[in-house]
């Protein structure tokens, strides 16, 4: 196996938080690691490296950092601290940042949209700086304060982005954290890039400060020309950069899906134990349909396990300290995931019995208390829909399919990646099933080996199954959704209005829609929640449960299809220890696309439903043509 290479992970920059989808995590790592475009000094308007421009000022606001505790422990105890703050502290990390001296905005604010905004400051006149006093809350209402705003400030300004064509990105720092805001009229829920500025400066996290310094930097604002739009600024092309990076990478996943169902089919059908197993498929007792149903029920609960893992939302919140240990130490799929980079396996099967001991118990009532894990049901439930009971699997098997699910390449010549469970979302769970549609499996008895190939008259041709494309969504939820939305939140009881929302698809395939139409609700509910101020991410997750749990409905005519649209659903709203079964009487197995009325009710099925299409059996669609036409002369 060759050399692994990954950018920094954005994890490791424990001061630096990325928080929905304006700059993604990826982004950071990549600034981190210096791969992106826009790093050189050129870009920068630097005549040194911007790594040694950020180096000097480092040891500038070390310094100024020092003078403003002083200047604050010194104050007259409640004291006012804004313009302290903004001072000799704000104002010269903003100057640090390439800004210059930021100058104050007009007496009112910024004017947009027919009303003033009350920020304090503005660069350049293309973005707006609120500055704020060091007890100033970012995300709550100043209550009682004179000129304080209606909202909290983060509200405040995100809504001034959102109604001014002018302003694109916006900065917000109360001297201990600077956030970076943008436009997100297009976003569903909390965005923003956070710098803990007190912890870097107070533990003197330089390697963190240098990140920070290279995505908040003036030139990061700026838009490539005189007369270019602000949308040509650098922050923008590092967004369509990492929108162009994780569509290649969502591409690699689903490459390793289909990697990953194939080693594990072959895997199985080939270990030694699994005599019966053989003989079901080559006698066709098992059908090569139902072997790969069932092998992608199995790789569906790897990833739900591994996102619920890397978020720690998997374990039972109450289980004690050395329970988790005992788990995270050996038997959690992330230490699965570390054995999948390091080595190759052997022969043995001790991995794959640990595994099955953490699904079987999550899909039992009880669970498994002796390691902290909860009874989900759901996906994780026993079925018939599930592999034979007592198959092995080798090591090197288990562990060369986890490899395909946790480590991609993007780019054919660029380095292997590891996947970031922590932030991959319901659409490339749901694009992923998908995708696998365009398959069909083939077992070859001669050499005990299983695959999926593509073939016309797959299971996507023939049940018309087509994941609809993100901007389509939206745009249908902004018509058709949107303004019922609207219309909820401005009635007597908001919040109940919301909660009233039903949201139904009737061919609701992974849960693509249902979960994009739960996030709309979900959003404006937990603005409802906040009054005024900006719903925290704890609050967004809590209304996301509450939508989850009461508005979404579907119908699909595959079972995993229907069992995927719950994981993605219950994915978004994932509280610890909530069983899957919450969303079992929402998420239907049926098909409501057989739309009837009362004449063809009395003239009974037209023959014309029976004419074979692309895939269909022509043979047995003649027979079904004969048996309805004997049914409707009254002779059946």
């Known amino acids: 196996m060759s050399t692994l290479t990954q950018a920094r992970p954005a994890g490791e920059l424990s001061t630096i938080r ?6 993604p995590p990826d982004v950071l790592a990549a600034v981190a690691s210096g791969v992106l475009p826009g790093l050189d000094a050129a870009d920068y308007h630097l005549e040194v490296s911007p790594r040694e421009a950020a180096n000097r000022a480092w040891s500038v606001l070390l310094g100024a950092w020092a003078s403003y505790r002083d200047a604050m422990a010194a104050r007259p105890e409640g004291g006012p601290a804004v313009a302290l703050t903004r001072e000799r502290w704000s104002l010269i990390v903003m100057r640090e940042l390439g800004f210059g001296r930021v100058p104050v905005t007009p007496a009112g604010g910024i004017v947009a949209d027919g009303r003033s905004w009350p920020v304090s400051h503005c660069a350049d006149a293309r973005v707006p700086v609120h500055l704020l006093g060091w007890d100033v809350p970012l995300d709550r209402r100043t209550r009682g304060m004179p000129g304080a705003a209606d909202k909290a400030p983060h509200a405040m300004v995100q809504e001034l982005l959102n109604v001014s064509d002018q302003y694109l990105w916006a900065i917000v720092c109360n001297g201990s954290h600077l956030r970076l805001l943008r436009d997100s009229t297009s976003l569903v829920g909390p965005s923003y890039v956070e710098v803990d500025l007190e912890t870097i400066f107070s533990t003197e996290a330089f390697a963190d400060f240098v990140v920070a310094w290279l995505i908040c930097h003036q030139s990061r604002f700026e838009p490539s020309g005189p007369e270019a739009a ?64 069932a092998l992608l029920r199995l790789v569906y609960r790897l990833l739900f396990c591994f996102v619920a893992e890397d978020r720690d939302l998997l374990l039972s919140p109450d289980a004690p300290a050395e329970v988790a240990a005992r788990y995270r130490d050996w038997y959690s799929t992330a230490r699965l995931r570390r054995m999948a980079v390091r080595r190759a396996g052997d022969h043995h099967h001790d991995l794959w019995l640990a595994l099955s001991l953490v699904t079987a118990s999550l899909g039992k009532e009880e669970g498994c208390p002796q390691l902290g894990l909860p009874g989900l049901g759901g996906i994780f439930e026993p079925g018939p829909a599930d592999l034979p009971a007592g198959l092995l699997i080798s090591n090197r ?12 390449r993007p780019d ?27 398959y069909v499996p083939r077992y070859d008895a ?3 080996s299983f695959s999926l190939v593509p073939v016309a008259g797959n299971d996507r041709k023939r049940s018309g199954a087509y994941y609809t494309p993100s901007a389509l969504t939206e745009s249908l939820l902004d018509t058709a959704l949107g303004p ?57 997750h809590a209304a996301l449960h509450e939508v989850v749990s009461r508005c979404c409905y579907g119908v699909d005519v595959n079972p995993l299809a229907a069992e995927l649209a719950k994981v993605s659903l219950w994915l978004e709203g994932l509280q610890a220890g909530a069983p899957l079964g919450l969303l079992d009487s929402h998420i239907k197995v049926g098909n409501a696309l057989l739309g009837t009325t009362p004449a063809l009710l ?5 023959e014309s439903a029976f004419s074979p299409i692309e895939g269909d059996d022509r043979k047995h669609a003649g027979s079904l043509k004969a048996r309805n036409a004997k049914q409707k002369a009254g002779h059946g």
């Open 446 to 448: 001669a050499t005990r």
């Open 397 to 408: 098997d288990l562990l060369a399919a986890v490899r395909r699910l946790c480590v991609t």
């Open 18 to 23: 990325s928080v929905g989808g304006i700059l």
């Open 412 to 438: 054919p010549k660029g380095p292997r990646r590891v996947v970031d469970y922590r932030h991959l979302g319901a659409e490339e769970l749901g694009g992923i099933y998908e995708s696998l549609l365009e």
């Open 484 to 540: 019922l939305v609207e219309r909820a939140a401005r009635s007597a009881d908001p919040s109940a209005a919301l909660l009233a929302l039903t949201v139904c698809d009737p061919a609701c395939g992974s849960g693509h829609f249902l979960v994009a139409a739960a996030r709309r609700i979900a959003n404006r509910l937990a603005q409802v929640w906040a009054e005024g101020d900006e719903p925290t991410l704890a609050e967004h």
């Open 230 to 293: 602000p949308s040509s600024c650098w922050l923008e092309r590092w967004r369509e950069h990492a929108a162009e990076v994780g569509a290649r990478a969502l591409g690699a996943l689903r490459t390793g899906v289909h990697d990953a169902v194939e080693i594990l089919g072959s895997g199985f059908s080939a270990h030694r134990a699994n005599a019966e197993l053989r003989s079901e498929l080559e006698s066709g007792r098992l059908s090569g349909e139902d072997y790969e149903r």
């Open 602 to 606: 009395a003239d009974g099925l037209p």
